[in-house]
Structure formats: structure tokens, C-alpha cells
């Protein structure tokens, strides 16, 4: 983009040689056109830069993230599934009862002995608390007496 630089510098040079009088009409206009196509350059110069820079950025942190997800979910470059979940994981699948979305989590949340809450990531409803789970085995048994 440099050379855009250049040719208004040409063109520059071009109205110099052609002696235009800065008092004419028309000599001002031109003036101010080349005036003009000098800041854009710069502008356009400046903004290629500036996109260059965004981009080696954004190349970065695509290759961090691509290093965390192989970390945390311990994924290999064999992996199928965008997601890169581990066949080993116990994954559960909810159905969001408000907006029909299908969640998955964790299986091992189950286990905790905390309270858990899964919340549907499009609503925001829960779709799952270790409370109501408790108080839900806790009807089944009293029903089966």
C-alpha cells in the first residue's frame, strides 16, 4: 500500500511541474484533491498496518487457544469431533425444557456432593440442580414404600 503513497507524490510533483497558479480556480481545487489523496493514503497505509498487526494477533491467540484445548481436553490431531472431547469423558445430555436446546456436561458433576447447577447455555434456564436431583430420589424412594 506504500505505493499509493508514491503516486500521490507523482501526481504532486506533476502539478508542480505544470507551474498551475494557487490563485486559479482551478488551481486550488487540484491543490486541494492532492491535499486530499495524501491524508487518504496515509489513512489506508496506516489501516493496512494496523490489519496486519490484528492479524498476526489473532493468529496467536487462535495458536494459544489451539495449545489449551489440547491440554485441557487432552485432544490429539486425530480428533473428529470439533468439540475435542475425549471418548473416555462421561458426558450426560439434557434437553433444555424451555427452549428445547440439547446440554451436555459432565458426568462426573453428578458425583459431587456440592450443590450443581447446569445452566442451558442459549436461555440461561437450569437444566439440571444437584438439589432437585436429590429431592427427586427422595420421592422415588418414598413412593416405592
Known sequence: MHYLKE????????????ELAEKSKEGKVIDQMLSLLAEMADAIVMLQEQHEDLEE????????LTDLEEDVYECDDEAEDDFCCCDDEDLV???CPSCNETVFFDGNLLDDDGDV??????????VFSSENAFEDEEKKEEEKE
Open 7 to 18: 503516486q500521490v507524490a507523482y501526481l504532486q510533483g506533476l502539478t508542480e511541474g505544470m
Open 57 to 64: 494477533f489473532v493468529d496467536s491467540i487462535e495458536s494459544d
Open 93 to 95: 445430555e439434557m434437553i
Open 117 to 126: 447447577e447446569v445452566i442451558c447455555p442459549v436461555c440461561e434456564t437450569v
